[in-house]
């Protein structure tokens, strides 16, 4: 994954559409989160570090509707050395008993549950 700063903003971000975004900003690390649901209570969803693919469809059914799939990117923050494996689609980061790897799903557990370093973008 190639990086490029952004022109004056002390930014530096990923270069490359096919792999999961992030940006650090000073100690902070920012990244993308892509969630995939559908528009009725309870269901199912879905989390990744890489984008969906545009080309599926996704559906839903409940009580008889079918709910097509509702696609959203959610900016998080990570501790600032955490790197993503697009290959397995894993975040790692050191935590206090060594390099640790977790999935989207839970990654996305430690941002809702507000686990130190792990929060939602402002």
Sequence with gaps: MSLRSAAGSG???S???NYASFTAVGTVMQITLHHRTFAVKDAPFSVSLL?????????????GTVYEAVCKEVQIVVPDDAKIDP???LL???G?????KSTAREV??????RVSGFRMAK
């Design 96 to 100: 206090d008993k060594g390099v640790v």
């Design 11 to 13: 930014r530096v971000e």
């Design 51 to 63: 984008p969906f693919a545009t080309s599926q469809r996704h559906t839903f059914t409940h009580e």
């Design 108 to 113: 996305f557990e430690l941002v809702r549950t």
């Design 92 to 94: 790692s980061w050191t």
């Design 87 to 89: 290959v397995r689609n």
């Design 15 to 17: 270069a490359s559409a």
